[in-house]
């Protein structure tokens, strides 16, 4: 399962560079991968909350980009 924690602890104890951001990787569509997708008020909210608890997090990043545009169109800059 995915823990958030286990990353900022590895980026904080572990990694070389101790500047290192961690982004979490999602979907950008339910097409694009085979689970994991979420919608984009849901991701949003999810990397609120990363953002605040964790020094570590960096951004969002999403794949297939081109899936992107029609399910995250209305995603805002948080």
Do not use: C, H
């Not at 924690?5 to 999602?26: E, M």
């Not at 984009?40 to 951004?59: C, M, N, P, V």
């Not at 081109?66 to 209305?74: K, T, V």
Request: charged share 15%.
């Amino acid at each position: 399962a995915w823990n958030f924690g286990t990353w900022d602890n590895w980026a904080k104890t572990q990694a070389i560079n101790k500047n290192v951001k961690v982004y979490i990787g999602a979907p950008a569509s339910s097409t694009a991968a085979g689970s994991g997708y979420v919608s984009a008020a849901t991701l949003g909210q999810i990397a609120k909350e990363t953002r605040a608890k964790y020094s570590s997090f960096g951004g969002v990043m999403l794949w297939d980009a081109s899936q992107a545009y029609g399910a995250f169109s209305s995603f805002t800059r948080m």
